[in-house]
């Protein structure tokens, strides 16, 4: 059960913008992960997927210390990190495939299950 491109570190977010701190800290973490050089990819599930959206991050901050979402979530891409987002929670939360950034890796249940076992290390929030 191999994945191609397997991450080094996936983070699985399930939260959105009415939980600024764990939006932040997931996108943080994966984003430190980046910058150690390691392959790192994020899973959005159930409410998380909401983040997939064009534009959806950029009035999440946490505030003091930390970066806005929006810079984060940007650095992530730019640095290659992938986003993963769970295709059934995308039709249950009523977000159609237009309203997606560019990027977005839309999954099935199968694939995250692989996504999981296959990553060195995982974080959930």
């Known amino acids: 059960m191999e994945i191609e491109n397997a991450p080094d570190f996936l983070a699985t977010l399930t939260h959105d913008a009415r939980d600024p701190g764990r939006v932040t ?5 994966a984003l430190a992960a ?3 050089g390691k392959k790192a990819a994020i899973l959005l599930l159930l409410d998380g997927v909401a983040l997939a959206q064009e534009s959806y991050a950029d009035s999440i ?13 940007e650095s992530f891409l730019a640095a290659g990190g992938t986003i993963n987002a769970c295709g059934a929670c995308l039709k249950h939360n009523g977000i159609p495939p237009e309203r997606l950034m560019p990027g977005i890796r839309v999954v099935d249940g199968g694939t995250a299950v692989k996504l999981i076992s296959a990553a060195k290390t995982t974080f959930q929030l």
Do not use: E, R
């Open 25 to 29: 800290v997931a996108l943080t973490f």
């Open 34 to 36: 980046l910058t150690q």
């Open 61 to 73: 901050d946490a505030g003091d210390p930390f970066v806005p979402a929006k810079d984060l979530l």
